[in-house]
């Protein structure tokens, strides 16, 4: 048996993606967060393309948790 870990399969990711997504929209989205760093923890030695939508996943919902600073300019003035 190798020491290397592979990488897991595509349809996997894309259900792990999906089940984050439903957890966000359930109100969870401080877990849904949580989880898709730890995922991208976990693959980041593994698999850089699942990386990179579980890191997508987490900037896209770490937005949307906290909308107010969206509109804020540097220095912390409300545009």
């Known amino acids: 048996m190798s020491g290397a870990?592979?990488?897991p399969p595509r349809d996997l990711v894309q259900l792990l993606l999906a089940s984050l997504e439903k957890l966000?929209?359930?109100?969870?989205?401080?877990a849904a967060c949580r989880l898709a760093g730890e995922?991208?923890?976990l693959l980041r030695t593994r698999d850089?393309?699942?990386t990179q939508h579980f890191n997508a996943l987490l900037h896209r919902l770490t937005r949307s948790?906290?909308?107010?600073n969206q509109s804020r300019e540097p220095g912390g003035s409300v545009s």
């Open 48 to 50: 850089a393309r699942a």
């Open 65 to 68: 948790a906290h909308p107010a």
């Open 5 to 7: 870990a592979k990488a």
């Open 24 to 30: 966000a929209a359930a109100g969870e989205v401080e």
């Open 39 to 41: 995922a991208c923890v």
